[in-house]
């Protein structure tokens, strides 16, 4: 192919991630005989159920096909209505509205939230997909400092926008600490800033009903925009906000990422709808992972590993270098353990990390064979 100036610069990046150690590539198929997998966020082991499977299959009911076009233009499946029936009920909200992933509901509510006069506050680590609706949305970024409740109220005191509005993760997804959700709805209360968050990786989690950390917390009524996703316990595809009918009219008139684009098929549908049903039926399977999620934890930190302010089921295991961290994910693969290196720029320069996401699945031997995995490697390699 000739080379012209843009493929030249293409060239140029590919090497300089390269040579940093941050070049990034889609990860190999694993046959899961034998393997421990710390890298799926299908936290509840929903993906690998059979009950859900079977439901799932009658819900189905054969039909396998996509459904051929936006929601606003064909019906082609009654499990829409019915899973946001579901969800809505399951989150206590009049409404709820499902996206075709959680990555495009971001996109798709901030893009028709916010203006050139909103000003949003956004914790520094949330998730890519919050900051790129944003960027799309073109409105005023006023980041603070993650967690922290001063800085944030500082930042609001001293704001002269309108609109207000503040977004976080619940739990933050690289490294598996909690937002102060109470502080955070006081503080949109005191300055009239309407609040969003991202329950992605609370959702199933967290709550009696297993609904979330907003549920969790009893922060519903502060709280504007709840959204998550369907693609991490729940082990299907999608993403939904449980809002008002108001708001749920607002998203449907105005989310690009909605009105553009294709629905979600009838057979993930099906799934979503059986896992969530599942999950309501049996709402203390959650509240074991995160016991046994402690376990891992404790042993990391007594290993001398450093697992951020982690307190749920994500555990990251910082190396702090780019190049350690895939040495050290090569190092527990070729022992059977897959668990992803994440380095910058998902996470901050000096913080690369192997993720673990901990689940249902995993057993007290596989803890066991993961600590020793890492024992071995510090007594190599520090
Ligand atoms: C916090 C958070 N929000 C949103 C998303 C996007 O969700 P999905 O993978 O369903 O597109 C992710 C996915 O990693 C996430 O971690």
Request: charged share 25%; proline share 3%; hydrophobic share 40%.
């Amino acid at each position: 192919m000739a080379s012209t100036p843009l493929l030249d610069r293409i060239s140029r990046e590919l090497d300089k991630r390269r040579l940093e150690g941050r070049f990034r590539f889609t990860a190999p198929f694993q046959p899961d005989d034998g393997i421990i997998d710390c890298s799926t966020n299908s936290y509840l082991g929903l993906h690998a159920n059979r009950e859900v499977a079977s439901e799932a299959a009658r819900l189905a009911n054969g039909k396998l096909n996509g459904s051929g076009a936006s929601r606003l233009v064909a019906t082609a499946s009654e499990l829409y209505n019915e899973l946001e029936r579901e969800i809505a009920d399951w989150e206590d909200t009049e409404a709820a509205l499902v996206f075709t992933s959680g990555y495009t509901t971001n996109v798709g509510i901030l893009q028709a939230l916010c203006t050139r006069s909103t000003e949003v506050f956004s914790d520094r680590l949330n998730h890519a997909s919050l900051y790129d609706g944003i960027r799309l949305a073109g409105c005023r970024l006023n980041r603070y400092r993650h967690g922290d409740m001063a800085d944030l109220r500082k930042r609001l005191a001293a704001s002269d926008s309108t609109e207000k509005l503040i977004v976080t993760d619940t739990v933050f997804s690289m490294d598996g600490d909690r937002a102060p959700l109470e502080d955070i709805a006081q503080l949109a209360q005191t300055h009239g800033a309407m609040v969003m968050v991202d329950e992605a990786h609370a959702t199933g989690m967290f709550g009696e009903c297993g609904s979330g950390l907003v549920e969790a917390t009893g922060t519903a009524a502060a709280i504007n925009v709840r959204m998550g996703t369907l693609s991490k316990a729940i082990a299907g595809l999608g993403g939904y906000i449980a809002v008002s009918s108001l708001l749920r009219d607002f998203f449907v008139n105005f989310s690009r990422s909605l009105i553009y684009s294709t629905g979600l098929p009838h057979p993930v549908l099906a799934h979503n709808l059986a896992a969530i049903r599942h999950i309501r039926n049996r709402p203390d399977t959650a509240s074991r992972v995160l016991q046994t999620s402690v376990l891992l934890r404790d042993d990391l930190k007594a290993l001398g590993f450093d697992t951020r302010p982690s307190t749920t089921q994500i555990i990251p295991c910082i190396t702090g270098d780019d190049h350690k961290a895939v040495a050290l994910s090569e190092y527990l693969r070729d022992r059977g353990i897959i668990a992803p290196a994440i380095r910058p720029p998902t996470v901050p320069a000096g913080t690369a990390r192997i993720r673990f996401s901990w689940s249902t699945l995993h057993t007290n031997d596989d803890r066991l064979r993961i600590v020793e995995g890492l024992r071995k490697w510090k007594q190599r390699h520090e």
